[in-house]
Nanobody, 131 residues
């Protein structure tokens, strides 16, 4: 069973930055397409960002409109780790952020917003942004 463990959350003032990490167990990390989701209290879980399997000269990242231009998703296959850099944080970014991994045969998920496409989920890390 693959385990995903998130870290890097915390309390930050509006306008600040955080870098979230998601580390996976096992030896198949390179075969996963990966995403970040978040869930605020009383709200449904929503898509944040997606990154496909690594490919040369190919951009395989996708972002929700709410974080586009303020965030960067990346992965380090040698470390079995995915990252989400969040900048210019806003109070509405307050949520529990979870990572998810999908076994794919291509380079990425056709629609990374479909949650049941993912095989593994982490427990999440809390991000709280104060105004």
């Amino acid at each position: 069973q693959v385990q995903l463990v998130e870290s890097g959350g915390g309390l930050v003032q509006a306008g600040g930055s955080l870098r979230l990490s998601c580390t996976a167990s096992g030896h198949a990390f390179r075969s996963y397409a990966l995403s970040w989701f978040r869930q605020a209290p009383g709200k449904e879980r929503e898509f944040v960002a997606h990154i496909g399997r690594s490919a040369p000269n190919t951009v395989l990242a996708d972002y929700a409109d709410s974080v586009k231009g303020r965030s960067t998703i990346s992965r380090d296959n040698d470390k079995n780790t995915m990252y989400l850099q969040l900048n210019n944080l806003k109070p509405e970014d307050t949520a529990r952020y979870s990572c998810a991994a999908a076994i794919v045969h291509g380079l990425r998920l056709r629609d990374p917003r479909i949650q049941h496409e993912y095989n593994y989920w982490g427990q999440g890390t809390q991000v709280t942004v104060s105004s």
